[in-house]
Nanobody, 125 residues
């Protein structure tokens, strides 16, 4: 089994910064893309940023230039550095991993997608 565990959320004033982390646990052999999504109250979940194994990134227009995604492939961990936070960034942030090869009972398994439990980010004005 593969689990994604997020950390780093919290309350911050507008203009401040937070850094989210998401570590994938399990006997993982490879993960294709990793990324972050968010869901604000009453809204649909939306893409924030994705990053491939090679480090290619993609950002939502609303966060481009303020947020930076990075990953440590050796640790199966993805990060989201969030700067110049705005009240509209308030949401539950979810980690996502796609294309996961892992071992269970010594046998290779493939998981097309896995989600973390979410971490709350609140930006006060």
């Amino acid at each position: 089994q593969v689990q994604l565990v997020e950390s780093g959320g919290g309350l911050v004033q507008a203009g401040g910064s937070l850094r989210l982390s998401c570590a994938a646990s399990g006997d993982i052999r490879s993960i294709n893309a990793m990324g972050w999504y968010r869901q604000a109250p009453g809204k649909q979940r939306e893409l924030v940023a994705t990053i491939t194994t090679s480090g290619s990134t993609n950002y939502a227009a609303s966060v481009k230039g303020r947020f930076t995604a990075s990953r440590d492939n050796a640790k199966n961990t993805v990060y989201l550095q969030m700067n110049s936070l705005k009240p509209e960034d308030t949401a539950v942030y979810y980690c996502n991993a796609g294309g996961i090869w892992y071992l269970t009972g010594g046998r290779p398994k493939y998981n097309s997608e896995s989600w973390g439990q979410g971490t709350q980010v609140t930006v006060s004005s």
